[in-house]
Every structure is written in C-alpha cells, then in structure tokens.
C-alpha cells in the first residue's frame, strides 16, 4: 500500500547511498541503459517512492510553493495536465483539501488530463482536452467559481529538435496561460513549465499585462542537464 504524500519538503540530508550502476542488456540502448541508471540513483525518484509521490516532479511545486507561497489553505487550484498525479497531491496537502487541517480553511483541487488518471483523494479528477471549445466553462463549472491558482507541468512531445520543442512548449504554456486569464480569481497565481531562456517576448508580455510579478525560475529539483524552467506569474489583474 502507498503512503500518503507528507506535503513536506524533506530534505533527506545526511543519507549516503551507494551508486547503482546498470548493464546494458541485450535489446536495450544505451540511451535507455542510462536513463535507467539514472532513475535508480536520483535522490527525488527516491524520496517519491518513500513519501508516496507519483513522482519526482512533486518536488518541483514543492520548491516553487516554498518560495511563492500559492498553495496556501482554502485555495482552488487548477491542475492542467495533471499526470500522473504528484502535482495534485502536493496540492490537496497543501491547501487543506481533505480537510485534516483543524483551523484552517479547506481548499479544493481539480486535475484536467487528455488522458485518465488514477483517482486521487482529495483531488477531483477529469478527463478534458482544455484547448477545446467550452473548456473554460468546464472548469469554471466543477470549480463551482473561479481559481486562485492555474498550474501546468505539461510538456509537448519531444521531436529531438531543440528550437521546434521550445516552440510547442512555448504554445501549450501560452494556451494554459489563456485559460487562466479565464478562469483565475483577482490576485490569483499562473505556473507552467517553460524552457531554457523564459517565456518567448509575446507570452512574457502579456503575462507582464495581467500580473503584477512574473518571475521565471528553475527549482533544484529540475535536473541540472534539462532545460526546462518555471514561469511565475503572481498577483493577477483580471
């Protein structure tokens, strides 16, 4: 049985762990022999599996909360491409959606995926391709209002080409960010998933237009060799 997530950003200092190291076998590439390598020996795959995480990009909006301070109780966060599920957990923790936090007011969590995903508890969880006709009013209806928090850690398809990918992503963040213009309460807060370099000149704009901080971070727990970063936009001007 998993555990239930801490909603907590352990540290796990002063663990020492031998590094594993993986053959390559016989069908398998080196590039999957050292992808896997790699799993084995990430400290946040790790942690994930001990605190019950789907996976390690939690920590990621744990970093990013630690800083900002979004997540806080009685908060409606929107979860937009919620797979596998660990944003969404970090979210029901921090926001008391369970309501296991005596005193403090009890938020509410929704997750949006083009794909099914495992229930969550604490979260509500739906099925949607939010780029489509009338998706807004979706939300905006499960919500049973607007949000305080938009959020994506989605990410396109790799197409191995470095300028093509950043394109997509730059896209999908820009569509995410439309939606939350939509559906964000005033003084409400947009995160997504950018690359290297921040959000292109016309997003970064627009984001500038509509909220009074946009700041683009990378949280330690994005690998050193990846290029992805995090747009921040706070204080949203409806």
């Keep these: 049985m998993a555990k239930k997530p801490t909603g907590k950003n352990t540290s796990g200092r002063g663990e020492r762990d031998l590094k594993v190291k993986v053959k390559t ?28 995480y789907r996976g390690r990009a939690a920590y990621k909006i744990l970093e ?11 908060a409606r966060v929107v979860d937009l491409g919620c797979a596998p599920g660990g944003w969404c957990q970090v979210a029901v923790g921090r926001v ?5 936090k005596p005193g403090k007011a009890q938020g509410f969590v929704l997750g949006v995926d083009l794909q099914a995903v495992d229930p969550i508890p604490g979260a509500e969880i739906h099925q949607l391709d ?21 959020m994506s850690d989605m990410a396109a398809a790799s197409s191995g080409h470095k300028q093509t990918d950043h394109l ?14 939509d559906v964000l309460e005033d003084g409400g807060t947009f995160v997504a998933k ?14 500038k237009q509509r909220f009074d901080k946009v700041a683009h971070v990378k949280p ?12 921040v936009a706070t204080g949203f001007r409806g």
């Design 130 to 150: 939010f780029m489509a006709d009338g998706a807004d009013d979706k939300v905006k209806a499960w919500l049973g209002g607007k949000a305080d928090v938009v």
């Design 194 to 207: 950018v690359l290297a370099g921040g959000a292109e000149a016309g997003l970064q704009t627009l984001l």
């Design 168 to 181: 997509r992503i730059v896209a999908l963040c820009e569509a995410a960010a439309y939606l939350a213009f």
């Design 64 to 74: 990013l909360d630690d800083k900002y301070r979004f997540l806080v109780p009685g």
């Design 96 to 100: 008391n959606a369970l309501g296991e």
């Design 25 to 52: 076998a016989r069908g398998r590439k080196l590039s999957s022999t050292l992808w896997l390598q790699r799993q084995l020996n990430d400290p946040y795959v790790k942690r994930a599996r001990i605190e019950g």
């Design 220 to 231: 330690p727990a994005s690998r050193s060799d990846s290029s992805e970063k995090f747009v």
